[in-house]
């Protein structure tokens, strides 16, 4: 068709543009009504779904987070029930074996002190006074002698006889004081002792009351998750985070020594199974093997540590009898050894065949092979063997943050389907405004497109009635906002 | 294996044991034929130089021969040594010690021949090439492309190369393309249109020795 089969005067574009305007114009007016109805029937169409949508998603988002709530809460209970079954567990240890000694402790310090009592009243006796008859001596002394030499003689006799009493008698008082202070010095060893126990007595108390304190904190903990408060579930919530970044971090560790260990056996493997096969276009089944044998040494470290009750991921294992349970953790352990032997082993082959190799590609090239020292070049070799044996090992381990990362992914996990959840709601929310909004603005465009018959129907009106012709606006206004 | 590789071990161990085995043959098979005739004899040296650039590049499972072009007409008894690698790495480095040594000792004392059969090596080379099973097939012409024949032996027949990858390696020039290039390049140009012609997956000249590794381009 021609691009001018629109112009009724071929020759003349403005006068056809003109006419096909009027005409498009009438039309438009006639169908004015219909088409407003349209375009919001359209509008209606489109938005109503996409709200009805949001609804939905804002329900399931309620209902995801109820159910991530309850979760979360069941599995903080859990956990804070459990720390505080231990720390009554280590306080009834604490008790029993402070407490328990507690009576002869107590008979001990009695003693002691009654020991003490018995030792402070004998140095409280006091020595004999001296003889009465001092009195009398000193009466003699008052006696004049006159000269006369028999009494003088008396005299320095009753002097030479009471001379040697004193003494006597002041030795006698220095043996006595001499005996109260050694009395006194063997206090020493009872106080010490008794402060010794007295001491130990308050670090006991006070670590008791530590771990009192430890449990307190836990039971209110325990109490806010009982009670369900928003508190009690951010905290749990922001646990959760950070226990699944941390296990990941770990996680992350544990995959770079799972590529070491894959490194290490993953040429010797192909002396067991081949080097020819293939399971994608660059991917040989040696290398399949060798991540196999990686798999099934975190296996056994997983078996081990459920057998150890360490983890809880196999609930099966974790409530077996205690001798099947012991059976389970020697076979784990046996195998794991003997993987990491047969590691250790592949490793020494590695280094071999690499060896083997590069002498093969010496021997091929123009260039000779520099001398190296023996025993030097041996230590890649036994560092090898070692990282072969310790790997599985550690390896083990990822069972811990596995279990970590499980746990608290339903937390993290939860917590991103609802972030998604309400997204979508707000996104669907936003189109169907958008929608019933552009029904809005195109209805509002007809009319200005038809502009020219609205203002003379409008005159028109306003000839026959001096009321305002608003009431059509107005209505209009009125059902594009219903 | 980088550490990407690793990654896409994952994947691919679920996929194995699904049973979803990859079971096209990857190895790589390659048959080189040496000119020994005429002049070119004296490049022997370098032939041995791309023999051992294959010993050293070729896999476990891959497969090698090595054929000299002197006789009137090409035949398997032009075969100097052909093996196919072992699986087993250990084993694999003994084979191409033997192969190494054979290789020496046939290349130690060559005399050049009187003709060059070269479309009668590509051939046996073709042949040598399918019955391995290789998913991969090079042959490698180390000469320099001026075929000689006698006046009994017939070449002007189609032959089949498909799926293999021929690669003409250092193609010295003759006296007579000194005087005139073009004889060179008409001659690399015929060669490339017959095999071509003959199905080969891509024709490729390589006179730098020290680019070999475009020798061994796997597609």
Known sequence: MSSQAWMVWPDNFAVSFLVVAVLAMAFMYAARWPMHGLLRSVGHAVGGPLRMGARWLLAAAAEVQARNKAVLLAHGKHEVGQRVEREFERLGVIVQRELQGYPALQRKLLDEITRIEEDYKKCGEVPPPPPEWTEAVAAVANVKTGGNELVLRVLEEIKRSITSIHDKTLADYRRAYERRHKILESFMPFWRSVDKNLVQVEQNMARLQANVRTVDAHMAIYEQINEGTDKAQHALT????????????????????????????????????????????????????????????????????????????????????????????????????????????????????????????????????????????????????????????????????????????????????????????????????????????????????????????????????????????????????? | MKRRQFLAVLPAAALAAAGCVDSRSHSHAVYMLVDTSGTYAQEAGKAQVIINYLLGSLQPGDSLAVARVQSRSFSEKDIVAKATFDSRPSQENAQKRAFRERIENSFRAVSGSRYTDITGGLIQGAEFLNETGAGSKTIIIFSDMQEELDKVTQRDFPISLKGVRVVAVNVVKLKTDNIDPRKYMGRLEAWQKRVETAGAREWRVINNLDRLDAILARG
């Open chain 1, 238 to 482: 922001v646990s959760g985070f950070t226990q699944f970044a941390t296990s990941l971090l770990v996680m992350c560790v544990a995959a770079g020594g799972a590529f070491i260990n894959f490194k290490l056996i993953a040429l010797p493997m192909s002396e067991m199974v081949g080097a020819g096969d293939y399971i994608t276009n660059s991917l040989r089944t040696s290398e399949v093997a060798a991540l196999v044998i990686i798999f099934v040494e975190a296996s056994m470290g997983l078996f081990l540590l459920e057998a150890l009750r360490i983890t809880h991921l196999f609930p099966r294992i974790a409530n077996l009898n205690d001798r099947l349970r012991t059976r389970m953790l020697w076979i784990a352990l046996t195998l794991l050894v003997i993987l990491a032997g047969v590691e250790a082993a592949l490793a020494l082959m590695r280094d071999m065949l690499i060896s083997d190799k590069q002498a093969l590609l010496q021997s091929l090239s123009t260039v000779q092979a520099a001398a190296h020292d023996g025993w030097m070049s041996s230590i890649p070799t036994a560092g090898q063997m070692l990282l072969g044996f310790i790997l599985p090992f550690a390896l083990a381990f990822i069972a811990i943050p596995l279990e970590s990362v499980i746990h608290s992914g339903r937390t993290v996990g939860g917590v991103f389907v609802l972030a998604l959840l309400r997204s979508l709601a707000f996104v669907l929310r936003v189109l169907g405004s958008l929608a019933r909004q552009m029904s809005r603005v195109l209805i509002k465009l007809y009319d200005v497109v038809i502009v020219v018959p609205l203002m003379a129907e409008r005159m028109w009106k306003g000839s026959r009635s001096e009321r305002p012709s608003k009431l059509d606006v107005d209505v209009d206004l009125e059902r594009t906002h219903a």
